[in-house]
């Protein structure tokens, strides 16, 4: 079965905007320590914001700003809104948890998982 799912991903210009969900469909979102991430093929993932139980999120410098992390609670999605994209955006995007209910900021990448299929976003110059 599938635990979450990672969708929104898109081909954009730079400047342009797109909104990322996450469907988790075994814990509530908004009780753990969740995370969006991102990879390029030959380099490492790494961490582009995080969320915790209490509400609290932090985010890498090069997408502060510019990008949003939320939950929407309804569905049970963890959100990533991203706006003034620029090509360095470009990767797989990522949806995990660490298991903990509160996010000790920056979050590792090695601590979250299991990680679904990911989404793919492509910003062209």
């Known amino acids: 079965q599938v635990h979450l799912m990672e969708s929104g991903g898109g081909s954009v210009q730079a400047g342009g905007s797109l909104k990322l969900s996450c469907r988790v469909s075994v814990y509530t979102v908004s009780r753990v320590c969740m995370g969006w991430f991102r990879q390029v093929p030959g380099k490492e993932r790494e961490v582009v914001a995080g969320?915790?139980?209490?509400?609290?999120?932090h985010y890498r410098d090069s997408v502060k700003d510019r990008f949003t992390i939320s939950h929407d609670s309804t569905f049970n999605n963890l959100l990533l809104k991203m706006d003034s994209l620029k090509p360095e955006d470009t990767g797989m995007y990522y949806c995990a948890t660490n298991g903990r209910s509160i996010c000790w900021f920056p979050v590792r990448a090695s601590e979250f998982n299991p990680w679904g299929q990911g989404t793919q976003v492509t910003v062209s110059s």
């Open positions: 969320i915790d139980s209490l509400g609290r999120t």
